[in-house]
């Protein structure tokens, strides 16, 4: 250890910011979105994570959904999943949570401008790719174009539905959805997330393209847009893992050499495609 | 620093006991057959093992514990004095350094609990089976990275300080004593023996591969090695717990928003799992696999260091009788 090194005023990186909660917004049966507001201006990247604690409950990492251009309102989507996704599902209004971060890799936009960006969601995975999709919004007249394709289980599990009709209308946005399973009433496509690509104009040439889902369609996805012809590094995934402390010490979250909450959770393929199990 | 001080061994003994009206003095103590670190008081003093190969417990217990509130640290009253620690533990601190002080996210509670220890190491002449050190190009004796190294001959103790540290304390608690007196050089008697314990040690590893061969070997192994030695394992995370340079924890709530660090290890089922039920350590082989890639290939291609540092401790600790050389040597 350097003597020089003298550092006794630094933050705990163990702390939490505290962060009321303003509204619990029912996207789906399973996901929900916590609107936080946080005791001091909270500022992010796009695609960077947080880790959110219950009081005396647990610990949890989530990418904000809501705009990085917002600071003092922040929105994370949870799905209910186990032990302490189901504690934040039952919170109401008024209570306090504890905020760590923002910690990681994010989105690197502005590796985007320029281009046109291909985004495949699935289920809870749209939550990171929103508010990228908002980071977006903001620098799309430096974008040639943006096509969102997500799927779902069933309509009902669909979330945001205001979303896809925003974007829509939007100059330059594209949207899409599917559903593994329609009901009545259902007119869009129907099949799993991968079956959008195959309706998308887009010059890959030019193109990125963003993953985020569950691990299976991760897998497929990424395996799509080579077929398509996307070359290892123009496909951007968000890698989830067991991010438990955010600052690249407990492990948990290794993944190979990487810690994925230092040096993710985004990555491109080309990063990461040598290492064993990455799906899993 | 660099300066060599002889001490004779009756002072030293009288010297360290005196310490611990100010430190808290730990160091190693022979208990029912089993070398570990003890506070030391006036009465123990005679007591402290010298030279011998590494106490039980690694040095990362001072700096990691096991269980540490790290949102409210127990406020320490005094400053600690580690006597004693093997170079095989002074070297691994190297990575919990790199790790812990990392510039972006900088653990304040490791730095001070670092910069609030005096640390003097001590030569290892007499060396335990499972000790392996030289393989990984570590002497059985510290030179850097420790504060103070201690020698010892038949008459004398050599105290080599080696950090702006080590002299601060020699200056201030040693030199006004009158006991200690400079000396230019090592003599040849703590030389020969500490040639002779390198000796011994280059003998018994001479078909175990250096740090570089072990890290290919490991890498290119696909499947076979990994099951069938954890075929024996019980997860019961002991090679973990007492490795020198393990330092995987489990963040643990409690009201307040207080946080408890605890020692984890990759070696327990559900260590990566996340709450959808993905786990790609699920398999008790990819856990023990993983294992050994974190040492031999990930930490190292990381952060440029050991992170076996051949201490031999996790040969001794698996009750499964799994002996980490006789799995590097089959791998050839």
Known sequence: MTETATRTDTINIYKVVKASLEEVIEESPLIRTLVLRPERPFTFRTGEFIELTLDGIGEAPFTPSSSP????????TIMKTGYVTEKFHSLKPGTVLGLRGPFGRGYPVEKFLGKEILILGGGCGLAPIRSLLYALEHVSEHLKKVILCYGSKTPSDCIYKPLFARLNSLDKFEAYRTVDKPEPGWDESVGVATVLLEKTDINIKNSVAVVCGPPVMMKFGTLKL??????????????????????GKCGHCMMGDYFVCKDGPVFTYDEIKEIPDIWK | MNEIYRISLEDWKHFTGTLSSSFNVYAPVEKNGFL????ISPENSGDIVYNRARPASPLKIFFLPVKLNVTVPPAEKKNNIIIGAPSCDVEGLKLLDLIYLDEKFFDGIYFERRMNTVLI??????????????????????????DINLSADNEYFYLHTCSEKGDRFINEHIAEHNIAHTVTSL???????????????????????????????????????WYRYSSRCVSCGACSAICPTCTCFLLIDRPEFEKIKQLDTCQYPSFQRVAG???????????????????????????????????????????AGISKNELIMELA
Request: glycine share 8%; charged share 30%; hydrophobic share 25%.
């Open chain 1, 226 to 247: 080579l077929e398509m012809g996307y070359s290892d590094d123009q496909i951007y995934l968000s890698m989830e893992k067991n991010m438990s402390c955010g600052v």
């Open chain 2, 277 to 319: 039920g993905e786990d790609p350590l699920k398999e008790l082989g990819s856990r023990f696999r993983n294992r050994y890639m974190c040492k031999f290939v990930w930490k190292p291609e990381r952060f440029g260091t050991l992170a076996c540092t051949g201490c031999g401790r996790c040969i001794d600790a698996c009750i």
């Open chain 1, 69 to 76: 251009q917002v600071s003092d309102r922040l929105e994370i």
């Open chain 2, 36 to 39: 570990d670190y003890t506070r």
């Open chain 2, 121 to 146: 190491s001590s030569d290892c002449y007499e060396t335990a089976d499972s000790c392996h050190c030289v393989a990984y190009d570590v002497n059985p004796y510290s030179e850097k990275g420790c």
């Open chain 2, 187 to 225: 003599p040849s008697s703590v030389l020969k023996r500490r040639n002779s314990a390198t000796r011994t040690l280059i003998n018994r590893t001479s078909k175990l591969p250096g740090n570089k061969e072990t890290a290919d070997r490991v890498k290119n192994e696909g499947h076979n090695a």
